[in-house]
């Protein structure tokens, strides 16, 4: 009875085979991709049905491409630097990061701007609609990164982001990829398809 009573306690004292605030992470990014795939799903099926203005992507986009890969990059430098417990670069990467992701929804808005100014609006033609939304639920999710990406840089100027406590820079890193990589698809989805 006892060695059961034990086998008990010790199934009910294994760690879970993942960690919470990964999967939460995890499913954040998985209802993000099932979002943008609707989306993008409707914007096939809505264009194919007529009515479809074809209008130019501004030159904007493409330098926010630019800067979201630069992005990338420089948080996984600061990744790399807490794994070398270089709390220095750490900090600079991370405000670097924050520099870009601020300038990538500054070039979004005046992406926008210049759409505004060729005519092309948010309550129109369904294709313009559809640009306007597609791009602004990215910018919001960007805005959340940016949030997160605070967070993290509180804790780097705490000295709480280092090789021995690396998890929610680990999880800032994870999701910020998946921004880029989301942007880059969705703006090369938009340009192919108009």
């Keep these: 009875m006892m060695a059961t009573i034990k086998k008990q306690q010790n199934l009910n004292d294994t760690p879970p085979i993942i960690n919470p605030s990964k999967f939460v992470v995890w499913l954040l990014i998985v209802a993000s ?10 914007y096939i099926v809505r ?11 501004p030159t904007l986009f493409a330098y926010s491409t630019i800067i979201v890969l630069l992005s990338s990059a420089s948080i996984q430098w600061a990744y790399r630097a807490a794994k070398r417990d270089e709390l220095g670069q ?15 929804c500054i070039s979004q808005w005046l992406g926008w ?9 948010l309550v129109g033609n369904p294709s313009e609609s559809f640009f306007y939304v597609i791009s602004g639920v990215h910018l919001a999710h ?14 780097a100027f705490y000295l709480n ?3 021995k406590n690396i998890l929610s820079l680990n ?17 090369f989805f938009l340009l192919l398809n108009r």
């Design 47 to 57: 264009r194919g049905e007529g009515n479809w203005l074809l209008f130019d992507i």
């Design 90 to 104: 750490v900090k600079i990467s991370l405000l670097v990061t924050l520099l870009l992701g601020i300038t990538f």
């Design 171 to 187: 999880l800032c890193v994870t999701y910020w990829h998946f921004l880029g990589a989301a942007w880059i698809y969705l703006y």
């Design 113 to 121: 701007k210049a759409l505004v100014a060729n005519n092309v609006h």
């Design 142 to 155: 960007m805005l959340g990164g940016i949030i997160f990406l605070l967070v993290i840089i509180g804790k």
């Design 161 to 163: 982001v280092h090789k």
């Design 33 to 42: 991709v099932m979002l943008f795939a609707s989306f993008t799903s409707a």
